[in-house]
Structure formats: structure tokens, C-alpha cells
């Protein structure tokens, strides 16, 4: 069975209507073993806020040192988003291998007039997933109501109720007491349950579950408080969290007051199941949640939500209070069965509306939610047929000091998204074989892979859109001569997979298509808006488009250099050689007249087994060392974890950041941003190296790159401009010595991120493949150093400088014999 037929299966399941009840769920796992049998899970309930607190309490408890699940809903793009261990989705192979193995038994049951839905299934995947990856807890958000959820089948260590509002009436109940209490019978046997309700809620609350920690604000009496500090900048605010016998000050990743309640509920259920507070204080920073409150940009402000009832367009409306903008605009995009009267009338008055449709059968109409508006506001409202035409439409509309927000629903914030996270990667295939791969690996159909096979190869682009923009590709590729082949997935609302094959005339005339019907308003029905920025990511991963104009870096003219200066006494290859500030110093002048661009200053060791340092040990370290070269000819970066020993780097005199943690520490992009630096963000899985830490990928290139693309917005959110964030898909860093060689060979693949890419390779045990010896590869390291620069990394980061040197220079003379320049003469020898 293919992933596409596994997922295709499973959506198929989205016809049965929802049966309350956990007997169901209770039989599949029965029938797969109980594979949750021995996992602690906790369980996340509410009206709103769920989800954050699902995400923070999985961010604490992974800063606390613990293997995490989190199963969460609805999914952005993909539905593998719904069901992570450690952050990362479950692989293609697994809800293949969980599909083969539950099918027969569903289809069994179908037969029997008692099918499964696609949210009890999906359920007991995840599930199954935490049992087989045997997580230490896991945490799940509750559909709907509580105790006939799917979720429901688990018996919990901690639960919590969050708010309670009208919602899911036909389901559960007509008021807030029938609601809240189903939602309170998620409570756990042996600890109190958590929540945040208040009023007639809390009195059911308390009334089904017994033992209740309340969570509120300053003087509402409650066991917990959460004190909301207001916004530090567009992206963080304060928050303080009290209980009887603690105290956690931090910073959140998200605005508005309710988000310091949703961070008091998930301290309340971190410290039941044993979180200390340094790791709460952690956790909490680090809980970035797409799609809540994001502040996307802020010329003009562009902020995402996924309020999708009153009660969150309420909350959303205060917190809209925390930035300062002149007027908004509104981007409102709703499912049919919400009550757009009352969420119009939540929101703040906008000076314009643009309604719109999600690619889903659930959406309403946007002349519909335009009428609404039309009797709500003295707004200029105008239906749109799909969420990124609506959403441009608002953005032109809105001056540098106005407010775009798009809300109504968590659909529209994941097609909004794309404008940002899209990708477009260009691939190199040299043979039909390597075709059959590619389009294989995109999901495309058996049939689609022979026909296309033979005409790929030449000039190849894979991307993600919408299945209609897909549909508008599939019949305009053809036209300009060359072709599309797109994944044989059938859901809806989810992205598809399309890769394009022609010459780098068909690209050419393909983006002009797409730019003149984006302009011209023939995009085309519901969901296949968006199409300009398709162009624009096609344009520039074809070889159209040349890129933004360079600041002077020397990776902008080649392959640059990086000669590593490591002042640590257990570095894995030159550990105390340059300890000594005279010896660090001699060291760096050499590289410099080895030919580096950049000599990379580090006081701390990644590799496997290392210690530690503290930030003052390390400052002590490298600062002495960053001063007495920097007025060497190169730039001299700082590779370091630690945002305080990064500032004290650059106050020193560093110019740039090297990040092995890829922005793990909250601080580092902002003092990326303040400096205005370029900042190394590497994809690693553990820092220092654990040797024993497996991960399992189906495309090692292209997971790596959907995982570098949101640590790079995440950069690009705090104020760095993209062509300041480089990336380094992280060799040795979670990978194989087979996987890293993968990288090496589809280096050219990470051009889809849109940021120079650097590759650390220099004397890692990868070699150990080939014959060599980690920790000592020189003619390993040097080869791969050639093959890297003609596989177009941006930058190389080596030990051995005068070798690594000729490799690249080799390398850029086979590239461009006639326009290679010498070094030392300027002329051709």
C-alpha cells in the first residue's frame, strides 16, 4: 500500500457522521493490541484554547527531558500534522503500516452497518503512534465535549477542562451546564481536575469532577494565578504563574491576556505529572502555535487567528488591543455551522471585509458571510472566492501603519499560511530512474510515474498547493509544453503534492500564465486563488528568478569558506589545540591566509558526550579571542547556543551567529534582529550529539527542509530578513551516515527555503561509510568539500583550511572555466 492510498482510506472515513462514544475506539485498539496499554497520557478539553494549552504542555514536558505525543486537530496542510513524537509528524510509512494493519477490521465493521469515523480512527492512530514510539506522555486534545470523546478510550494521569461556552449543541447539550458537563467527565481517577471556567460552568465542573485546581487572574481567588504581563514585543509577552508553594516568571510566545490563563492551565498539569519550574519557564517560552494570534508581519501588521466561535472573536478582539494600528482590515472565512451574526459582532469594526471560502465542503459562502457584514458594519465588504485572493485584496487595501486580520477559522489560517511556508524545490534528475523516484516520492500514482518518467528529465520543481490550484497546474503545464504529475491524494483541504517537469522555456511561459491570470482575476473557483505566489516560488526554484540583491556577504559571490576555531579543550577533532588565546589567534590568522571567508570562534563542544558550559565560562572563552581577531580580513562568526554569550560575541566584535540548536533559545533571534545579523540555523535533534538518538524519516532531504522552513519563518517573524537566516540541514545531527550522504548529494534541493545553505561536514563519522576515520577525514572532508560547493552550498564549514580552499576553487573553475578568476594574479593562468 502507498502513503496515498492510507490517507485517501482514512479521509474516505470523513462520510460517517460522528456516534458519541468510546466503545468503538476501545474495540480497534482491542483489535491492534492495546499498543496504549503502559503510556501515561493527559487529556485537554474545552470550548477554546485547547490547543495552546496542548501545545505548551508538550513544550514543558520536552524541556523537562521527557519523550512527548501530541495529537491535536484540526491538521494545516498535512494530516500527518495531527500526530507528533518530539515535535516531529508521524512518517508516511507508519500511517501506512498503521492503515495495512486496521483496514481489514474497518472494512469488517463497515460491512456490519457500524463503520468507524475518521476522528475515532485518526484517534487511535495517534495512540497506537505513542504506544509503538514509547513515549514517556502524551498529550491529546479532545475533539469535542468529553466523555463520549474518541480521546476518551485512555484513562489519564492529568485532564483539564479549559473554558466552556455553546458549542456542538446538536451534539452536546443546549446549555453551558449539558456541555461542560460532558467536558468535565475527562477527569482523572487519582488528581484533581484543572480548569479555568468560571460561573455556571465551574459550578458543573466542580459538581461532576469533585477535586478541582481552579486557574484565573489576579484576585479571583483561584488555586492558581495568572497574571498577564502585556506584550513585550509583537511576538512575546510576560506572564507570572503562582500556586501555594511556587512561582514561574517568562515570556510567551503568543499575545493576549487569555494565553496567560492557557499558560496557567498547562503549569497546572505540568507540575501534576512532575515538571520542574526551571523546565515550565522553558517549556512555556518555547511553545510556538501556528495559527493563534500570529503576527506574521508588521508592515502592515498581517496577524493570523483560528477564532472560530464568540467567544474566541471576543478574546480576539482584546488582544488586538496590545498593537498599535490605525485601521483594520478583515479577511473572515467561516464553516456553515457557526454563528456568523454573533462572531461579526464580536469582532472590532473594520474599515474593510473580505470574505472567503476555504477549500472545504464545510465553508460557507462568502456572499453569505459578506451579507452578514454588510448588516453587522459600515465596513467596504467584498465576498472573495478563496482565502489567498481575499487575502492579498486586504493587504492592498492596507497602509504600513493599518492591521490585517484573517479569523473565522483554522481552514483559512492554514491556506493563508502558504504565502509564507510555501516551498518550491527544485530537483536534480539525470535519468528516468531518479524520475520514477522523485515523482514516487511525491505520492503520484503508479501510472502518472510511468508516463511522466521519461519526460522528466530535464528541469524539475516539486511543490505543495490546494487540490484546485493543483487542477489549474495540471492543465496549463501541458499548454506551455512541458508537464504536471500530482499526488494521487484524494482529502480535501489538504495540500497536494505537484511536480513539474519542462525545459526552462516552459517554466518561463508557465509563470507568465500564472502571473497574468492572478492579474487578471481568472484564477479560477473556490481555493485556486493564491496563484501569483505559486509563480513567484516556481519562478525562483526553476532559475528564474536571481533573488533578492546581495549586502556584501562573500557566500553571495560563491561558495564561501568557514575555518573553524574551536576555543574548547573536548572538541571532537582539534579539542585544546587553540585553547590559548596566542594560539587561538595564530590560528585564526592562518586560515585567513588559507583563503576563509568567515573563521567561526566557538567555546563549546556539540559533540557526543560533551559537558555543559556555563555562559559565563564560555563568554570567558571566546570573547578574549573574538577581540584580539577581529580585525582580521573575514567575518568572524560565534558558534554558540546561548543568546547571552551570542551578544556578548557581538559586542565584541562577531558579525554573525551560528546556531546549531536552530533558534532553541528564544532570545537568539531577536538579537539577530536587533543587530541586524545573518544567523546560522542548523536542523538538529539533540546538542550536544546523543549517538543513541534515532529518527525516523521517509524523505530525510524533504522532511529536513518542512522543518527548517518553520524555524525560518519563525526568524523571519521576529524582525530577520530572510536573506540574513542561513540554513544547515545539520550533518551528524539526528542522521545516518547514509542520510547525511543523501544530503550531500540533494544539496541543491535546500534552495527551496529561499536562504544560503551551509554544509558542516569537516571529519564527521559519516566518512567511517567510505572507508575514513571520524574525527580524522581529511581527503574525505575535502572531496565532499568539492562536491558540496558544485551541489551549490553557499557555504562550507571546514578545519583543514588551505585544502578545503583549492576543493572549492576547483570546484567553481569546473563550473565556469572561462570565468573562473585565479586568486593572487587576476589573470588566467
Known amino acids: 500500500m502507498e502513503y496515498y492510498e492510507a490517507a485517501n482510506f482514512l479521509f474516505g472515513l470523513r462520510r460517517f457522521q460522528v456516534d458519541p462514544g468510546t466503545e468503538s475506539v476501545r474495540d480497534l485498539l482491542a483489535h491492534l493490541g492495546d499498543p496504549h496499554e503502559g503510556t501515561e497520557f493527559v487529556q485537554v478539553a474545552g470550548s477554546n484554547g485547547k490547543g495552546s494549552v496542548a501545545r505548551m504542555l508538550e513544550s514543558t514536558l520536552r524541556a523537562d527531558g521527557r519523550t512527548v505525543g501530541l495529537y491535536t486537530s484540526p491538521h494545516f496542510e498535512d494530516l500527518r500534522e495531527r500526530i507528533r513524537v518530539d515535535g516531529r509528524m508521524i512518517p508516511e510509512r507508519a500511517v501506512t503500516a498503521f492503515v495495512e494493519e486496521a483496514k481489514p477490521w474497518l472494512v469488517e465493521r463497515a460491512a456490519d452497518g457500524e463503520p468507524l469515523t475518521f476522528f475515532e480512527v485518526v484517534t487511535a492512530m495517534g495512540v497506537w503512534r505513542f504506544g509503538r514510539a514509547d513515549v514517556d506522555v502524551a498529550v491529546l486534545e479532545v475533539g469535542m465535549g468529553g466523555e463520549l470523546d474518541a480521546t476518551s478510550v485512555v484513562d489519564p494521569v492529568a485532564a483539564c477542562v479549559t473554558t466552556v461556552s455553546l458549542e456542538h449543541t446538536a451534539v452536546l447539550g443546549d446549555t453551558v451546564e449539558e456541555i461542560a458537563t460532558t467536558k468535565a467527565k475527562v477527569a482523572p481517577a487519582d488528581a484533581p481536575l484543572v480548569t479555568a471556567t468560571t460561573g455556571a460552568a465551574l459550578d458543573t465542573v466542580r459538581e461532576v469532577a469533585g477535586e478541582v485546581v481552579t486557574v484565573g487572574g489576579p484576585g479571583d481567588g483561584a488555586d492558581v494565578t495568572a497574571e498577564y504581563g502585556g506584550a513585550v514585543t509583537h511576538q512575546e ?157 486586504a493587504r492592498d487595501a492596507a497602509g504600513a501603519d493599518d492591521c490585517v486580520l484573517l479569523a473565522g477559522s483554522l481552514f483559512c489560517v492554514a491556506e493563508a499560511r502558504t504565502a509564507w511556508t510555501r516551498t518550491a524545490t527544485p530537483k536534480a534528475v539525470d535519468s528516468p530512474e531518479r524520475a520514477a523516484d522523485v515523482l514516487r516520492g511525491a505520492n503520484a500514482p503508479p501510472d502518472a510515474v510511468d508516463r511522466a518518467r521519461e519526460e522528466a528529465v530535464h528541469r524539475v520543481v516539486e511543490t505543495r498547493v490546494t487540490e484546485r490550484q493543483a487542477a489549474v497546474l495540471e492543465r496549463r503545464m501541458p499548454a506551455v509544453g512541458g508537464d504536471c504529475v500530482t499526488s494521487g491524494l484524494d482529502g480535501g483541504g489538504e495540500l497536494h503534492e505537484v511536480v513539474l517537469t519542462g525545459t526552462l522555456g516552459a517554466f518561463r511561459r508557465l509563470v507568465a500564465d500564472l502571473d497574468g491570470a492572478s492579474a487578471g482575476g481568472t484564477a479560477g473557483p473556490n481555493g485556486a486563488g493564491g496563484l501569483s505566489d505559486v509563480a513567484d516560488r516556481v519562478r525562483r526554484a526553476a532559475g528564474l528568478d536571481a533573488g533578492p540583491p546581495g549586502r556584501g556577504y562573500p557566500w553571495e559571490e560563491g561558495t564561501a569558506v568557514m575555518g573553524v576555531l574551536n576555543v574548547t579543550p573536548d572538541s571532537f577533532h582539534d579539542g585544546g589545540e587553540f585553547f590559548d588565546r596566542e594560539d587561538a589567534l595564530a590560528r585564526a590568522e592562518r586560515l585567513v591566509e588559507a ?224 570565468g573562473f578568476d585565479p586568486p593572487g594574479t587576476g589573470e588566467d593562468e
Not at 279 to 289: D, E, I, N, V
Not at 307 to 332: G, Q
Not at 616 to 634: F, N
Open 237 to 393: 509577552s510576560r506572564v507570572s504563574l503562582a500556586g501555594d508553594d511556587w512561582r514561574v516568571e517568562t515570556r510567551l510566545p503568543l499575545l493576549g491576556a487569555y494565553q496567560a490563563t492557557n499558560a496557567g492551565v498547562a503549569a497546572a498539569l505540568a507540575r501534576q505529572v512532575g515538571v520542574d519550574d526551571a523546565a515550565l519557564a522553558r517549556g512555556l517560552r518555547s511553545a510556538h502555535w501556528p495559527g493563534r494570534f500570529e503576527v506574521i508581519e508588521t508592515e502592515p501588521f498581517v496577524v493570523l487567528d483560528g477564532a472560530h466561535n464568540p467567544d474566541a472573536c471576543a478574546t480576539l478582539a482584546a488582544a488586538l488591543d496590545e498593537l498599535d494600528f490605525d485601521s483594520l482590515h478583515l479577511v473572515f472565512g467561516a464553516m456553515h455551522d457557526k454563528d456568523h451574526d454573533e462572531m461579526a459582532a464580536a469582532l472590532p469594526d473594520p474599515e474593510t471585509v473580505r470574505t472567503c471560502a476555504p477549500a472545504t465542503d464545510r465553508a460557507e459562502d462568502p456572499e453569505v458571510l459578506a451579507r452578514v457584514f454588510e448588516r453587522a458594519t459600515d465596513a467596504d465588504v467584498r465576498p472573495n472566492p478563496s482565502v489567498p485572493d481575499a487575502l492579498s485584496a
Open 595 to 818: 583563503g576563509v571567508d568567515i573563521v567561526d570562534v566557538g567555546g563549546e563542544s556539540t559533540r557526543p558526550g560533551a559537558e555543559e558550559v556555563a555562559v559565563e565560562d564560555e563568554i570567558a572563552r571566546i570573547v578574549p579571542v573574538i577581540e584580539a581577531i577581529a580585525g582580521v580580513d573575514a567575518l568572524v562568526s560565534v558558534d554558540t547556543r546561548k543568546a547571552e554569550v551570542a551578544a556578548a560575541a557581538l559586542d565584541a566584535g562577531a558579525d554573525l551567529l551560528n546556531d546549531v540548536t536552530g533558534l532553541e533559545d528564544p532570545e537568539m533571534r531577536f538579537l539577530a534582529a536587533e543587530r541586524d545579523v545573518p544567523v546560522i540555523v542548523m536542523h538538529s535533534i539533540d546538542a550536544p550529539v546523543d549517538p543513541d538518538t534515532r529518527v525516523e524519516y521517509d524523505d530525510v532531504v524533504g522532511d529536513v527542509i518542512d522543518q527548517l522552513r518553520e524555524r525560518v519563518l519563525l526568524a523571519e517573524k521576529a524582525g530577520v530578513p530572510r536573506e540574513h537566516v542561513v540554513v544547515d540541514p545539520g550533518v551528524g545531527f539526528g542522521k545516518s551516515k547514509r542520510e547525511n550522504f543523501e544530503m550531500l548529494g540533494r544539496l541543491g534541493e535546500f534552495d527551496a527555503l529561499g536562504c544560503p545553505v551551509l554544509f558542516g561536514h569537516s571529519h564527521k563519522s559519516m566518512f567511517e561509510l567510505v572507508g575514513g576515520e571520524g574525527g580524522d577525514a581529511g581527503p574525505e572532508t575535502v572531496a565532499a568539500t568539492a562536491l558540496a560547493a558544485a551541489n551549490g552550498a553557499d557555504i562550507v564549514r571546514v578545519h583543514d583550511a588551505a585544502e578545503n580552499v583549492r576543493a572549492v576553487r576547483v570546484a567553481a573553475a569546473a563550473a565556469d572555466p572561462e
